[in-house]
């Protein structure tokens, strides 16, 4: 395991570069954290880059960051974070976004590079409000349409 990961670290490093703002590696997965303008260009080069060959999108979703561990939180307050995997090479790297504007978070669309993300991103801006540029069908997923307001955003009233 230590030397597939070993392995998945040089690669990425030597791949992606200075576009990490973040590398951390514990309990046996890598994850990376790129800059918002980077978040495309990474992802299409996971995905095409033959040393890394990410051709699945696992999982994605939206994370409120505004009270993180019940402490307060300095940066930005929503992060994107997507699972990939790569089946040609047996590895996994999870991929950390923060959107750079909290009132209006938006984020690049990735069902281009991956089909998978159509649901994963509609269920992020349902719940979250993260607006995904270029999705070709945004549009809430689980709340009813007239539906206000996001769900799972830290802000958002627990009681009606």
Partial sequence: MTQRLDKLQAALTAVLGDKIKRFQRERGE????????DYLAVAQQLRDDPALNFEQL??????DYSSWKDQ????????????LLSLTM???????VFAPDDDMPVLPSLTELWASANWFERE?????????DG????????????????????????SG
């Fill in 72 to 83: 307060p939180w300095e940066g930005p307050r929503y992060c994107v974070v997507s699972h």
């Fill in 135 to 158: 999705h070709v069908d945004l549009r809430r997923i689980l709340t009813d349409y007239g539906f206000i307001g996001h769900p799972l955003r830290k802000d958002f009233p627990v």
């Fill in 90 to 96: 047996n590895w996994r790297v999870r991929l950390k």
């Fill in 124 to 132: 992020a801006f349902d719940m979250v409000g993260v607006i995904f």
């Fill in 30 to 37: 890598i994850s990376l954290t790129v800059a918002a303008a």
């Fill in 58 to 63: 696992v999982d994605l979703c939206a994370l």
